[in-house]
């Protein structure tokens, strides 16, 4: 919202774009995320990036390729 303000010139909302940007990446990365090996958040599609970037008509989105089977990840000591 920021770079809707009428105060910032052509530099000021390509600071914000650039920053976007790398927020986004940031973002993507972190949606890849791999635990011994596995993609996190990829379903039984463990192997490979759940979240790819895709251009399509010169627009950019990121698609799912995982499935919807939860995986398991341990976050600690088992107590059993």
């Given amino acids: ?3 809707l ?3 910032l010139n052509g530099s000021d909302r390509e600071t914000l774009a650039v920053r976007v940007e790398e927020l986004r990446a940031e973002l993507l990365e972190l949606a890849n995320a791999q635990s011994n090996g596995a993609y996190v958040f990829g ?3 463990s192997e490979a990036p759940p ?3 895709s251009v399509t ?5 990121v ?3 995982g499935d919807d ?3 398991r990840v ?7």
Avoid: C, K
């Fill in 69 to 71: 089977s939860a995986m």
């Fill in 51 to 53: 979240f790819v970037e």
């Fill in 43 to 45: 379903g039984s599609h």
């Fill in 5 to 7: 303000s009428g105060t």
């Fill in 57 to 61: 008509g010169g627009a950019r989105s």
């Fill in 74 to 80: 341990p976050i600690g000591y088992a107590t059993d």
């Fill in 1 to 3: 919202l920021q770079g």
């Fill in 63 to 65: 698609v799912y390729r």
